[in-house]
């Protein structure tokens, strides 16, 4: 089972909507949660932590369900320059390595 | 500030033969990552260093080898190439302590085995 699943889409959405992705971990021992966001043939740059209490940045949630092991990435009022591809990364705190989803594309249509 | 230097940003090989691909960081950074991206795949790691003169194994690192004779240089090589082995390789470092704030990426090299 991989470390990390999320649905790879695509999302095709229009200007101003709300989306949701989430993604799941298989490892309950996974301390540390991230979103990455990915644009096309570029290398993959941080979006936001995803904590416990949830939190927010701009049009950006993000939440962390450790019961059912999944994090969530909500993105309101979705503009044009949103469209990426958003990748869910988790670390377990005793290892090195973060894992990394294999993606999920968004595209924002005008 | 440069970052993450990655060099060459692309390549064709033929099978069989060997290359190295460089990293470069001027971040001070502590810890440094190789991985390669493939469609469907995600991000996996290959070899990473947590400081000079040291290497570990990720989770695919057969077909490679890495040297950290630098903090700044971390070199990904490869011995005899093989079609499998055409991917994007994205070269990463960060500062322990600081998770994955402290990522930073490479802009990539795609190496394409013929």
């Known amino acids: 089972r991989k470390e990390v699943e999320q649905d790879p889409g695509p999302f095709n959405v229009p200007e101003g909507a709300t989306v949701a992705f989430n993604c799941t971990y298989s490892n309950s021992a996974s301390q540390s949660f991230f979103w990455y966001r990915q644009d096309c043939r570029k290398e993959p740059k941080l979006l936001m932590s995803v904590y416990s209490s949830g939190n927010e940045d701009g049009r950006f949630t993000a939440q962390l369900n450790r019961a059912s092991q999944y994090i969530s990435l909500l993105i309101r009022d979705s503009k044009l320059s949103d469209s990426a591809t958003y990748l869910c990364v988790v670390n377990r705190n005793t290892g090195n390595q973060f894992y990394f989803g294999t993606g999920t594309s968004l595209t924002v249509i005008p | 500030n440069a970052g993450v230097t990655q060099t060459p940003k692309f390549r064709v090989l033929k099978t069989g033969q060997s290359m190295t691909l460089l990293c470069a960081q001027d971040m001070n950074h502590e810890y440094m990552y190789w991985y390669r991206q493939d469609p469907g795949m995600g991000l996996r790691l290959i070899h990473y260093?947590?400081?000079?003169?040291?290497?570990a194994k990720g989770e695919v690192p057969d077909g490679y080898n890495v040297s950290r004779l630098k903090k700044q240089n971390f070199l990904l090589g490869l011995e005899s190439a093989a079609p499998s082995q055409t991917s994007v390789y994205f070269c990463?470092?960060?500062?322990?302590?600081?998770?994955?704030?402290?990522?930073?990426f490479g802009s990539g090299t795609r190496l394409t085995v013929v």
């Open positions: 990463a470092s960060r500062t322990p302590g600081q998770g994955a704030f402290g990522y930073t």
């Open positions: 260093s947590v400081g000079e003169g040291t290497t």
